[in-house]
């Protein structure tokens, strides 16, 4: 049974550009992740600040191996990486990695969360 697991990144309306730049330069990161099934990014249309990161996953030990590989790892520097390239660090803001976290930039999120589910059912188009 695949299991979905979506972070929920809340992203101030001028940090939006930075996280969508963040995500498309470690494009092919976890496509390439043993159990890996899907990846979306929701932009926010209206009425909220929160950003979906969608990902689906043939079991929760195929995500859990993915977390903890050198990919996960190399794919969140790769992001911070290049959120510092040409910028000067900000002053007040605290240095982390990845999307949500660039060095040199701070935090593209203000916050986030992990919900996991399991698909209970699935449909696609008729052919």
Not at 10 to 26: G, I, Q, Y
Not at 95 to 123: C, R
Request: hydrophobic letters at 35%; zero cysteines.
């Amino acid at each position: 049974m695949s299991v979905v697991k979506i972070n929920v990144l809340t992203v101030p309306a001028d940090m939006r550009e930075e996280l969508e730049k963040r995500f498309s330069n470690r494009a092919g990161m976890v496509e390439s992740a043993d159990g890996f099934e899907w990846f979306e990014l929701l932009r926010p249309v209206e009425g909220t600040e929160q950003y979906l990161v969608y990902t689906r996953w043939r079991s929760e030990e195929d995500f859990q191996k993915w977390q903890s590989s050198q990919a996960f790892a190399r794919g969140h520097a790769q992001a911070a990486a290049s959120a510092a390239q040409g910028q000067g660090q900000r002053q007040g803001q605290r240095q982390g990695h990845g999307h949500g976290h660039g060095h040199g930039q701070g935090p593209a999120a203000t916050g986030s969360e992990v919900w996991t589910f399991e698909v209970a059912e699935t449909a696609g188009p008729k052919e």
